[in-house]
Structures are given as structure tokens and as C-alpha cells.
């Protein structure tokens, strides 16, 4: 094993917690009252409905949860890794520019995306590293974020049809010519640069910390990566 991925940080995600609890809550409560109705007469009542179907929620809920990796981000010194039930994306250290939590302006005013902004050296080799199934299933929940920014600069209507609809043709200005879902998840990407300066997000959802600290320790973590990771490992 490469001696820099033996120590590493590893981030829960907040919509991956309780899951086994929330599954076995909703069961208990399942079984607690079909048991009750078999050992008594007369017919279920609007109230055991109700309990009934909050449990089959739980129960779907908690299953959903455990779908989710146990981790959804890893650090290590040589790289970020970010972990999706639907596969995921590794950043180099040395790919890795900066990052901050990126802000949209609100007549004099600015608001914050819930998320953290990644700044890349080099976006080709971020690209030709995914797969199209993450790219898609990213595209997709990222979307509300990109629309927050879009919506700041498209105040009169008069957005670009390119920054609504992604194209699934894309060269890169290094000539590299993308099609498909990689191409318009490209696309996501430099227009969401255009308009914020960052190349990718990484939402406050996929971390168990704050968003700010985590930007903060992840700026630590480029300027001296082995250094941040023993001194957070020791804590």
C-alpha cells in the first residue's frame, strides 16, 4: 500500500446517518402493531392507518439511508475522494487550486450556497477520470445550486440558452473534445466557473462539519498535506 493512503480523514454524510436505527424503529413499530390488531377484534381505526404507514416511511427511509457509503469523503495526503451510491470522483493534490464557499449577490447584499466550492489546476484530468453514470446522477442533484446562480444573473429573463440547457458536445480549451454526459456535466462545470469561480460543489450535505471550517481545513491541507492530516489525526 502507497504510504501516503494509509493515513487518511474520513467525513460522514448527514443524510447517511441513523439509517440502521430508523429502519429498525420503523420495523419494531411495524410488527408492534400488526401483533396488537391480530390479538384484538374489530377493525383498524384511522389512527393505526396513520401508524402504519409513518412506519413503512421510516422503514423505506432507513433502508435509503443505508444505501448511502458509510463514508462520502476521503482525504488523504495525495488526494480528495468523494464517495456516491452511484460511484463517485478522485482529486489529485497536486490537481487541487483552492476552494471557498461560493456566494451569490442579492442587490447590495450576498448569500452563500450551501456548499463548498472546488477551484482545479486542471479540469481535463478531472474529466477524463469520471464516469457518466456519476456525471449524470451529479448534474441532477446539483442543479438547484447552479439555478441560485444562474437566477442572480439572469435577472431581465435573458439567460443564455447554454447555462439552462447543457450541451452534450464539449471541447476543452485544451482541445480535448467530450461528448454525452461527461460533455455536459464539462459544460455544468464551465459555466458554473464563469459564474463563480469554482469548478465543482461538494454540498453541505455530504459533510458532517461546517462548510466554512471545512473549506478552511481543506485550503490547510493543500498548503501542507501531510502536516494537516497528522495534526487532525492526532486530535
Known amino acids: 500500500m502507497d504510504k501516503h493512503t494509509k493515513k487518511r480523514i474520513n467525513y460522514r454524510a448527514k443524510g447517511a446517518r441513523n439509517g440502521i436505527e430508523i429502519l429498525i424503529v420503523g420495523a419494531i413499530g411495524l410488527v408492534f402493531i400488526m401483533a396488537f390488531n391480530l390479538l384484538r377484534s374489530g377493525t383498524i381505526s384511522i389512527v393505526e392507518i396513520f ?8 422503514i423505506f427511509v432507513g433502508f435509503l439511508k443505508t444505501q448511502e457509503p458509510y463514508y462520502s469523503l476521503i482525504l488523504s495526503e495525495s488526494a480528495i475522494e468523494y464517495r456516491h451510491k ?3 470522483w478522485c482529486l489529485s493534490h497536486k490537481n487541487f487550486h483552492s476552494c471557498g464557499v ?9 448569500s452563500e450556497l450551501n456548499a463548498v466550492g472546488l477551484k482545479l489546476n486542471d479540469i ?7 464516469t457518466p453514470r456519476i456525471a449524470g446522477k451529479l ?7 447552479f439555478m441560485q446562480v444562474v437566477q442572480n444573473h439572469c435577472k431581465n429573463g435573458n439567460c443564455p ?8 458536445q464539449h471541447r476543452s480549451a485544451r482541445g480535448i ?7 455536459m456535466f464539462a459544460n455544468r462545470t464551465k459555466h458554473l466557473k464563469l459564474l463563480t469561480g469554482y469548478d465543482l460543489l461538494l454540498p453541505a450535505s455530504v459533510l458532517d462539519t ?5 473549506s478552511a481545513n481543506l485550503n490547510k491541507w493543500k498548503r501542507e498535506p501531510h502536516q494537516f492530516i497528522a495534526s487532525q489525526l492526532k486530535d
Open 51 to 58: 401508524l402504519v404507514s409513518a412506519c413503512l416511511g421510516a
Open 86 to 88: 452511484y460511484g463517485g
Open 102 to 110: 461560493p456566494k451569490v449577490e442579492k442587490g447590495l447584499e450576498y
Open 124 to 130: 481535463d484530468e478531472f474529466l477524463m477520470s469520471i
Open 139 to 145: 448534474l441532477i442533484e446539483q442543479r438547484h445550486f
Open 161 to 168: 440558452s447554454e447555462w439552462l440547457v447543457e450541451d452534450t
Open 177 to 183: 473534445s467530450y461528448n454525452g454526459l461527461i460533455a
Open 210 to 214: 461546517d462548510i466554512w471550517a471545512f
